[in-house]
Nanobody, 128 residues
Framework: LQLVESGGGLVQTGGSLRLSCAAS????????IGWFRQAPGKEREGVAC????????YYPDSVKGRFTISRSSAKNTVYLQMNSLNPEDTAVYYC??????????????????????WGQGTQVTVSS
């Protein structure tokens, strides 16, 4: 299973960015795919997760209403639309996935260490 992120960059406060994650090699009918971020000196945290079996999503309060996870119609690309960005959103953003996902999407989003498949990450910097 391979995950390749793109779309990071520099944006001003209040601006928007859309990240993309090209996913290939899925063999499981049940999987969880999500976006995580890690700022310098902080732990990695989940910001948006999607479980394919029921289409459920999870967002932490810090991004709820501003970030949206979605899939392409071909289901091989996952997007993270980020609006109303602020400097606290500055981090390296990773796409990650787990197969055989039978727990709620929140379970995986809140415990990134249990996910086994990760992309290389893309930097998002929000200037004040």
């Amino acid at each position: 299973l391979q995950l390749v992120e793109s779309g990071g960059g520099l944006v001003q406060t209040g601006g928007s960015l859309r990240l993309s994650c090209a996913a290939s090699g899925f063999t499981s009918d049940y999987y969880l795919i999500g976006w995580f971020r890690q700022a310098p000196g902080k732990e990695r945290e989940g910001v948006a997760c999607f479980r394919n079996s029921d289409g459920s999503t999870y967002y932490p309060d810090s991004v709820k209403g501003r970030f949206t996870i979605s899939r392409s119609s071909a289901k091989n690309t996952v997007y993270l639309q980020m609006n109303s960005l602020n400097p606290e959103d500055t981090a390296v953003y990773y796409c990650a996935a787990e197969t055989g996902a039978t727990n709620p999407s929140s379970y995986y989003c809140q415990a990134p260490k249990i996910l086994n498949f990760w992309g290389q990450g893309t930097q998002v910097t929000v200037s004040s």
